[in-house]
Each structure stands twice: as structure tokens, then as C-alpha cells.
């Protein structure tokens, strides 16, 4: 298992397979496990910093405010379909058509 620094990946951009940058990371959601953290999800796009403040209720006001609870533009990446074995440039494992497709079915289950 490879250990990757986490500052090394915020901020970056993502790329798709294609090499189109789809958004920059914006957060990394981690499990605890014993001592350990094991990331779950990578948080992509422009909406995405702004789905952290969701956690308040002034952020959940904001964002229905402006209609971005559920704006196009977050990507929720599970954490076995982002490559990140170059840091400097992380890359989709899937299209964008499948990434697309898990984030309408994660949707669903909320």
C-alpha cells in the first residue's frame, strides 16, 4: 500500500482519461481504522468547497440560497477510482460517463 501526503494532492486538478481537468480536489473524506485513516472519497469541482459549509445551518441556507445543494459540478470520486500515483496530475480510473452514473446512484441512496 502506498502512503501519499495528503498536502500533496489538495488543491490539484483532476483529470479525466481523456486528459480534461473536471475540477480541482476540494476534500478528502477519510475512515478511522485503528490509528489509521483510510480515505473513502475524493470531493471534486467548483461546488465543492462550498458543500463543506452544508455541515451548518447557515451553509445549508447558503447553498439553497443559491441552488447548489445539488448543482452539477461536485464529483464525489470513490477512492479506488482516482489515481494518485503520480501526484501532480491525479487521473480518473473511469469515464466520466460511469463517474456520472455514481454519483446518480449515490443520490438515490440518500
Known amino acids: 500500500m502506498a502512503t501519499i501526503n495528503l498536502d500533496q494532492l489538495a ?4 483529470f479525466s482519461k481523456e486528459g480534461r481537468c ?3 480536489l476540494e ?8 490509528n489509521e ?5 475524493y470531493h471534486v469541482g467548483i461546488f465543492a468547497a462550498f458543500e463543506r459549509l452544508s455541515a451548518s445551518s447557515i451553509g445549508t441556507a447558503l447553498l439553497d440560497l443559491g441552488r447548489l ?4 459540478g461536485i464529483y464525489r470520486i470513490p477512492w479506488d477510482k482516482l ?3 503520480d501526484p501532480t496530475r491525479p487521473t480518473l480510473r473511469c469515464s466520466t460517463q460511469e463517474l ?3 454519483q446518480s446512484s ?5
Not at 445543494?69 to 452539477?72: A, I, P
Open 27 to 34: 476534500e478528502i473524506v477519510a475512515d478511522a481504522d485503528g
Open 100 to 102: 456520472a452514473a455514481l
Open 11 to 14: 488543491g490539484r486538478r483532476i
Open 22 to 24: 473536471i475540477g480541482h
Open 37 to 41: 485513516l483510510i480515505v473513502a472519497e
Open 106 to 110: 449515490a443520490s438515490v441512496k440518500r
Open 83 to 85: 489515481d494518485i500515483s
Open 69 to 72: 445543494r445539488h448543482r452539477k
